[in-house]
């Protein structure tokens, strides 16, 4: 019984302990900045004030830290690579990238991404076009028929010089 009793007496102690209170972290900047610079993101001054962290670190810090490593993620962000990519798949570059060599390069290599963009674009075009024009020549007579065919065949050497052109810019990549 004496033990039932102590048991229970415990368990109420430690219910009615109040919760300690949270204990404040900062934030990451070096790694918030980093993540912003890996895509591409502008400068955010307002990102150091978020609500809920602690105030132990002084503002112009924290933005050292920020910008350390926003620096960091735009070496990744940077990469000649990445801007075909992004021009390939039409996404917007909000020139971040810093002024030089890998600079140019990058966007070298974004404006040849965004060409085959549009090329593709221009070959979806076309294929539609054929397409169409090749269902008209099969219900058309046989001299209609010959001019049909001459403009089928203009829009595939159209199509085939822009898949070229595709292919050699990947191939210098």
């Not at 909000?94 to 965004?114: D, T």
Request: aromatic share 8%; with cysteine; glycine share 6%.
């Amino acid at each position: 019984m004496k033990r039932l009793l102590f048991g229970l007496t415990t368990l109420i102690v430690a219910c009615s302990t109040p919760p300690q209170p949270k204990i404040c972290q900062e934030a990451d900047w070096y790694e918030i900045g980093r993540r912003a610079g890996a895509k591409g993101q502008a400068v955010d001054q307002n990102v150091l004030e978020r609500p809920g962290l602690c105030k132990t670190t002084s503002s112009s810090e924290k933005f050292e830290m920020y910008m350390n490593g926003r620096n960091a993620g735009l070496v990744e962000y940077c990469k000649p690579e990445n801007g075909f990519e992004l021009g390939r798949d039409g996404k917007k570059y909000s020139k971040v990238c810093p002024p030089g060599e890998a600079s140019e390069k990058f966007r070298l290599y974004y404006q040849k991404g965004w060409r085959v963009r549009k090329l593709k674009e221009e070959n979806q075009d076309l294929n539609h076009k054929i397409s169409d024009l090749f269902d008209k020549v099969n219900q058309l007579e046989t001299s209609k028929r010959r001019k049909l065919d001459q403009e089928l065949l203009q829009l595939r050497q159209i199509r085939a010089t822009n898949n070229r052109e595709m292919s050699h810019i990947e191939e210098t990549l």
